[in-house]
């Protein structure tokens, strides 16, 4: 069966890391298993407020006990590695080992350019696979302390479908965050060639797709997906969240 999250833009309405600890400590009590945030500093119109997903997960870890959390997807085309590194051994420590790391290239909404950070997708895929050693040698003891999770935090990489080289970098890690699949029949596709692609014996590996709360999961859950997410767009309202929240898992 797979494990069932909540994935929500901390945008406008919900900019406020107060409410999205709340409806955190809602899907905890309602049964969910995870509760994760979208990671942007700007979006494309109509969204104008914009709340930091790290400062918004430190409250969300403060008001769970159980939930798996994490950002879905930090571009370290816009960070730093040593500052990511201690930010995500912070997290994992204050939320006693439920960090996931969701990582990719990042979004097109104008939040690259403009404040100095590349934008151009070579560099960006070339700054992130920089990233991973980096973080993972920072990780293993370059500094201290290490993270609650061992070997390491668990890292997702984003992949936007069809493209095939994503693919490839997840399968070295913990797991895939494919977009814009189109449907269930994908998912067992990508399934077998994540297996292609991993040494035996390497590990569990995590499928996590996201859709709105009417579509069904189950589909999904059956040709291979290990999460599934409840998406609510850019624009998410409390009272929508709370509502799907309440139909639980």
Same mark, same amino acid.
């Given at each position: ?94 939320? $006693? ?149 309440? $139909?639980?898992?």
């Amino acid at each position: 069966m797979a494990a069932r999250g909540i994935y929500l833009a901390p945008f406008d309405e919900l900019a406020d890391p107060r409410r999205v600890a709340r409806l955190a400590a809602r899907a905890e009590e309602r049964g969910w298993d995870g509760f994760f945030v979208w990671d942007h500093i700007l979006y494309s119109p109509p969204v104008r407020g914009v709340a930091d997903p790290w400062v918004t997960l430190s409250a969300v870890a403060c008001a769970t006990e159980r939930l798996r959390i994490g950002p879905m997807v930090t571009p370290p085309a816009r960070r730093r590695v040593q500052k990511l590194t201690r930010e995500t051994v912070t997290l994992d420590h204050l939320s $006693a080992g439920r960090l996931v790391l969701g990582l990719g290239l990042g979004g097109r909404h104008g939040e690259f350019g403009p404040f100095g950070d590349p934008d151009e997708p070579r560099e960006q895929a070339r700054l992130l696979d920089a990233a991973l050693e980096r973080l993972d040698a920072y990780w293993s003891g370059e500094l201290e302390p290490p993270p609650v999770q061992r070997p390491r935090i668990p890292v997702w990489l984003a992949a936007r479908w069809p493209n095939r080289r994503p693919v490839r970098r997840a399968a070295r890690w913990d797991g895939v965050f494919p977009i814009d699949l189109p449907g269930p029949d994908t998912v067992a596709e990508l399934v077998a060639e994540i297996a292609a692609l991993r040494e035996p014996g390497a590990g569990p590996f995590d499928v996590v797709v996201t859709n709105p709360p009417e579509v069904d999961p189950a589909p999904w859950a059956a040709a291979g997906a290990t999460w599934c997410l409840t998406g609510f767009g850019p624009r998410p309202t409390e009272a929508a969240v709370r509502a799907a929240i309440d $139909a639980g898992p």
